[in-house]
């Protein structure tokens, strides 16, 4: 009647942007990601007859707020006729900044509530749950480089490389702990309504995704630094020029894409991703971590500096 498991955010190298369906929450687009490994949500779920309601704690502090979501997510895991939850998630990064604290969150919470439940799932189910809950939370159930792909009745989820077979560092600048001023859920529907560039985008992914597959099999770094930084320009831009615009991004954020154009023109295999905030994410060779992490730590409006290599999907806890 409890368990615990561990989840860890995911990085989209090819996004996520847009809802064919926002009922079931379904992508409009697939995408690729890297699920990383020291940044980690823990969420313990205990179902409790004595209950009359759910209850959730995030990090220490009842969360209001998110206990709608949560519920409706532990109802698709174990059916409406469920006993109530006391839901304890932790997390080791900030949350709701844009470091996808919501598809570890999401992810460790399908799996946690599964097996308190002593419900008998694949994975391949848990990330459709997980996935209705936060779109990018699907990935976070494989470890590795991970494809979301955007099936006619569905997601259909893989890793398509283990980890190991090509390490790389995920070095994140976090230049903002505020919590985001419009979610990716909200800015995604203003996209897909105001956003003259939005039908391009959507045009545009099947072949990006295939180019960053490509590298990806192939283990060509320039390769997939190029698409990935393109699909995630693209992205913003779609944004930006929207009505009214979305713009996640603040003066350290850029200061930042500045540094790595420079470490790139230095040499180092390096190249820049930004979600749904301000912070800038670094993949990198393991071999120019540390100039990576020097250089982001010097720019002004960077307040921590956050390092992870490339870890597994959502699991159970030992034990627990
Ligand atoms: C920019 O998964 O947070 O991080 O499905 O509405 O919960 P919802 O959206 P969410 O969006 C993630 C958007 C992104 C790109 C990505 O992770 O692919």
New binding site residues.
Partial sequence: MRAIARAQP???L????G?RDSQR?L?AVG?I?VTLDELYTTMAVALDGALDHDELEVNGRAAQSMLPRVSRCLDSVLGGDRLRARVTSESNFPIAA?L?S??SS?AALVVAAAAAGGRETTVDELAGLA?R?????A?SLYGGFVE?RNDADGIDVATILDGEAWPMRVVAAVTSRAPKPV??????EISRRTSPFYSRWIEEQDMDLATARDAIAVRDFGKLASIAEHNCLK?HSVMWASRPPVVYWNAATLACLERVRELQAQGAAAFFT????PQVKVICLPEDETRVIDALSNTDGVETVLVSGIGPGAARVNGD
């Fill in positions: 995911n990085i989209a090819i996004k996520y942007w809802k929450n992508p995408s990601s844009g996808a919501s598809a999401f996935g809950a936060s779109g990018s939370a990935r979301l979610s990716s859920g909200d800015a995604m992205m930004i979600d749904a905030g």
